[in-house]
């Protein structure tokens, strides 16, 4: 064990998000970065990104040291870029001061438009941002109007772009505002809403995962009281089910009863606390939504309760591959007693033929300050196939 966290720190430390790949003698080179005869400066973008970090038999991190980092990488690891049809269409641009925005903005991922979230600022784009957009080069597309980019509230956009913005005053009125963008790109209205508490992160995180995947829309709340663009949004949709994401510390019933005077359904799904809360939402079912993930087989992701511009950076690993549920940890050093309980649960196992069995696979977002390596490893042992019975 303490060779395998050496073997990980060596790793990281050789191919953070600053940096390039693993430097162990023959380990295999990052995804994503190409041959030096072929090198192209899409693999220069993700190798200069650090994506992926490091990856273990089970995990695969994504260790940028801040959101931006990490939003490049997740994009260039779901849109490797090395041809036109690896590209999407568009992306979406997020204000770094504006997390319920970015977390809201994350139903942009979901099919048909497919645009993965990227950190701007009111005064220009980081250097992973710019770096990223260059390799991704969207082109827009019938699906997203025609726009290469999508900037929500005061977030900036690169000069020249078609930009379709989305902005108002106030995270609710702004998430309001993409769930009206993401009618008229959809050309549908959602099967259902999800309303998240706008003065608790954590617990609002995990919706950014199952908006990208469902494609519900993401709004706003108060803990005692319904804003009015959240009740105006609500009003435009009445037939469609409400599911309120988080314990009546974070929205009180009083909300709930007002959300239920204005739609037909309203359901709440939650967790005392931020670890608690995402495993609620990973493990409920409700006719069609809800992950509903309690049996191995299944992709995850996994990032830090405190960083909430993570949950809509690492939003598109949702909606792509393994297509997995967020799920959160509380520190840096030690795994959540219940998220180890919860991987446990949906550990995978096989009889007597493990090529046949089904697997669990975890991204883990961050850099070592974030999750550090021995808890990486610890969720490599959880999603470890394991062999069930004596047969051979």
């Known amino acids: 064990m303490v060779v395998a966290v050496i073997f990980i720190v060596a790793a990281i430390l050789g191919g953070s998000g600053s940096g390039g790949g693993s430097s162990i003698p023959g ?46 990488g997740v994009a260039l690891a779901t849109f490797p870029s090395a041809a036109p049809r690896q590209r999407p269409a568009a992306v979406t641009l997020v204000d770094a001061d504006e997390w319920q925005s970015a977390i809201a903005a994350a139903v942009l ?92 992160p954590g617990i609002a995180m995990p919706a950014a995962a199952w908006a990208a995947r469902s494609g519900d829309p993401v709004l706003f709340t108060g803990r005692d009281k319904l804003p009015p663009a959240t009740a105006a949004a609500l009003r435009r949709r009445p037939d469609t089910p409400a599911y309120v994401l988080g314990p009546p510390a974070a929205i009180s019933p009083s909300v709930v009863r007002q959300i239920a005077k204005i ?95 089904f697997y669990n696979h975890v991204w883990v977002i961050g850099d070592q300050e974030a999750i550090d390596v021995s808890q990486q490893a610890e969720i490599d042992s959880l999603a470890e196939l394991a062999k069930i019975g004596g047969g051979r």
Do not use: C
């Open 109 to 200: 991922m979901a099919e048909p438009v497919g645009a993965p979230v990227l950190i701007s600022g009111p005064d220009g784009l980081p250097e992973p941002t710019s770096e990223a957009l260059d390799a991704l080069d969207p082109q827009g597309s019938d699906a997203t109007g025609g726009a290469q980019v999508f900037a929500v509230g005061a977030a900036a956009a690169p000069e020249g772009s078609k930009t379709t913005r989305a902005e108002a005053a106030g995270p609710a009125a702004t998430a309001a505002a993409i769930a009206e963008l993401r009618d008229t790109l959809f050309g549908a209205p959602p099967e259902h809403v999800v309303i998240a508490p706008a003065g608790r």
């Open 27 to 72: 380990a295999p080179a990052p995804a994503g970065e190409a041959p030096a005869a072929t090198e192209a400066p899409v693999a220069e973008a993700a190798a200069k990104l650090g994506y992926p970090a490091f990856a273990t038999k089970n995990t695969t991190r994504v260790g940028g040291g801040d959101p931006a980092s990490n939003a490049a």
């Open 263 to 357: 739609v037909d359904s309203v359901r709440r799904v939650s967790g005392e606390g931020p670890v608690a809360n995402a495993i609620a939402l990973a493990r409920y079912a409700d006719g069609g939504f809800g992950w509903d993930i309690n049996d191995p087989g299944h992709g995850f992701v996994v990032a830090r309760d405190d960083s909430p511009l993570d949950a809509a950076a690492a939003a598109p690993l949702s909606a792509s591959g393994a297509w997995g549920p967020l799920l959160l940890t509380d520190s840096a050093g030690t795994l959540a007693a219940a998220l180890r309980g919860y991987l446990l649960d949906v550990k995978p196992g096989y009889t007597t033929d493990p090529t046949r069995a």
